[in-house]
């Protein structure tokens, strides 16, 4: 046998294995080899280089790419977790949510503005009993949903309060609603009008911008359909951030939209003490670019492909 030969063999071997997930077992009996030889073959793979073996700390952080970010684009902080080879976009989701949750902790804010959504969710889970006290929790846009599906929000950002020993404002209303006047006559009523009071007081925002996929969470509440969406793209629109819908230079893409969106507007993030953007993903790319480039946040937790992204950008994708 030659050694190209032997080399195809190795990587036949190897792929089964690695990437087929298949077991030793079954590569033998299919290659009509010994469980053993399978193995040797296996680990001849990996000392001629064809199988390369990474260990990567699940919490492991990248701080060459969190210092080039926060020079590069005047954040407080920003923390960059490597993505695993095996991690899908889920995956990478939960990986990035549970560095926001630790971040987070280590914060330990007294009034938390936050938002809604599935990252969202992910960090509340992470969250440890007891990781920080009395910290007053507060809803930054409405979450009740217009369709048969509920959102988490007002859940999510309870059991954010309860793991904190603290204390929750909730904004009981939908996100967007039909018509302006609605908005204006809803963020009259006092119970609501305290609640973004106390939102623009808080001394730390979170929240994770969201693109401008099918999957959105503002499709399946009902607030928007996918070709809603499809429009906003065409606008311009590169995602939202708390339910109000941005260009690639930070700026609300559809007035007539965002005046019937009820929250925090964005000028708030803007200047908060603290505000963190939680993101990964690459369909988010477009999004966080233009949340930090414009400033809706000060702070990034994200994953090491977007940052690379954001550090160094396709001509495509340049403003």
């Known amino acids: 046998m030659t050694n190209i030969e032997d080399e195809a063999l190795l990587y036949q071997v190897a ?15 299919e290659l009509h080899f010994t469980r053993w030889k399978v193995g040797r073959l296996l680990a001849e793979a990996r000392q001629a280089g064809i199988v390369r073996i990474e260990v990567v700390h699940p919490k492991a952080r990248v701080r060459a790419l ?11 902080d920003a923390v960059v977790v490597t993505a695993d080879r095996t991690d899908d976009e ?12 630790d971040y987070l902790a280590r914060l330990k804010p007294s009034v938390l503005g936050v938002s809604w959504g599935r990252t969202m969710d992910l960090l509340a889970a992470s969250l440890h009993s007891g990781w920080a006290k009395d910290v007053h929790v507060v809803q930054i846009n409405g979450g009740l949903s217009r369709s048969r599906t509920p959102t988490s929000a007002q859940d999510m950002a309870s059991r954010i309060a309860h793991s ?3 204390t929750l ?9 039909e018509q302006e006047a609605t908005r204006r006559l809803l963020e009259g009523d006092s119970a609501v009008a305290d609640v973004l009071t106390q939102a623009a007081a808080a001394d730390t925002v979170l929240f994770s911008p969201g693109g401008v996929g099918a999957d959105s969470v503002l499709v399946s509440s009902g607030y928007l359909t996918a070709d809603d969406l499809g429009k906003l793209a065409e606008a311009g629109a590169v995602g939202d951030v708390a339910g109000r819908f941005i260009d690639a230079r930070g700026a609300i893409v559809d007035r007539s939209l965002d005046d019937r969106t009820l929250g925090l507007p964005l000028e708030h993030l803007r200047h908060s003490a603290v505000s963190v953007a939680v993101v990964s993903g690459s369909a988010k790319h477009a999004v966080c670019a233009a949340v930090v480039s414009s400033g809706l946040c000060n702070t990034l937790v994200t994953d090491h492909h977007t940052a690379s992204h954001l550090l160094n950008p396709q001509p495509s994708d340049e403003l």
């Open 169 to 177: 404002s909730v904004l009981p209303v939908p996100s967007i609603v």
């Open 15 to 29: 792929s089964m294995y690695y990437e087929q997930n298949r077991t030793q077992e079954q590569i033998g009996e």
């Open 90 to 101: 889920e995956g990478l989701r939960a990986r990035v949510a549970e560095a926001g949750a």
């Open 164 to 166: 904190a020993q603290g």
């Open 66 to 76: 969190e210092e080039r970010l926060r020079e590069v684009f005047g954040l407080r």
